[in-house]
């Protein structure tokens, strides 16, 4: 079974900070890494998406890969109460295969 | 959301009754999904669909049948309704090397 593991929350930081976000994952072979932000009580709704070692950047949101040690992150700068949600991590799998395993997630908030 | 209208939003059973959850696309893509979420444990996949006609099992399938049809419609099927079933369902789509997902609206389903 393949797995993602994110950091265990809840997850709190002021208003303006940095939050730091941590996905790790089993499936060595895979190449798609994805980040989704959930509200409480909507649909998840992709922020970002990865496929590369290093540094991705959009807007206030960085996410990190690095596939030798099968972690990702997410990176949001300058916190707003407004993302205060669930964020989670989503891999797709190796083989040729469209499906994708997601974390568990991690619920962000943001006091102002 | 745009271009996945996922029906019904909330449905009480019985356990042992049987209903259908359905899912209509309009933006032409082959590849769609069912997740259940459950508190806590993030998004965990049903089944899904690579194109029409052909599915396959994900993390998740016992209990639970499916049906394309056509490329437009996704269909999940509970036969027999369990308490453990209770859960939000949804529907989505995650184009191939996708910078957008798109998610139906939700449905969540109580099994008494």
């Known amino acids: 079974q393949k797995e993602v593991e994110q950091n265990s929350g809840p997850l709190s930081v002021p208003e303006g900070a940095i939050a730091s976000l941590n996905c790790t994952y089993s499936d060595r072979g895979s190449q798609s890494f994805f980040w989704y932000r959930q509200y409480s009580g909507k649909s998840p709704e992709l922020i970002m998406s990865i496929y590369s070692n290093g540094d991705k950047e959009d807007g206030r949101f960085t996410a990190q890969l690095n596939k030798a040690s099968q972690y990702v992150s997410l990176l949001i700068r300058d916190s707003q109460p407004s993302d205060s949600a669930t964020y989670l991590c989503?891999?797709?799998?190796?083989?040729?295969?469209?499906?994708?395993?997601f974390g568990k997630g991690t619920k962000l908030t943001v006091n102002p | 959301n745009a271009g996945v209208t996922q029906t019904p939003k909330f449905q009480v059973l019985k356990t042992g009754q049987s209903m259908t959850l359905q899912c209509a696309q309009d933006?032409?893509?082959?590849?769609m999904y069912w997740y259940r979420q459950d508190p806590g444990m993030g998004l965990r996949l049903i089944y899904y669909s690579a194109s029409e006609g052909t599915t396959d099992k994900g993390e998740v399938p016992n209990g639970y049948n499916v049906s394309r049809l056509n490329k437009r419609e996704f269909s999940l099927r509970l036969e027999s309704a369990a308490p453990s079933q209770t859960s939000v369902y949804f529907c989505?789509?995650?184009?191939?090397?996708?910078?957008?997902?798109?998610f139906g609206q939700g449905t969540r389903l109580t099994v008494v």
């Open positions: 989505a789509l995650h184009p191939p090397a996708a910078t957008e997902a798109f």
């Open positions: 989503a891999v797709k799998l190796s083989g040729g295969s469209e499906k994708l395993v």
């Open positions: 933006m032409n893509h082959n590849s």
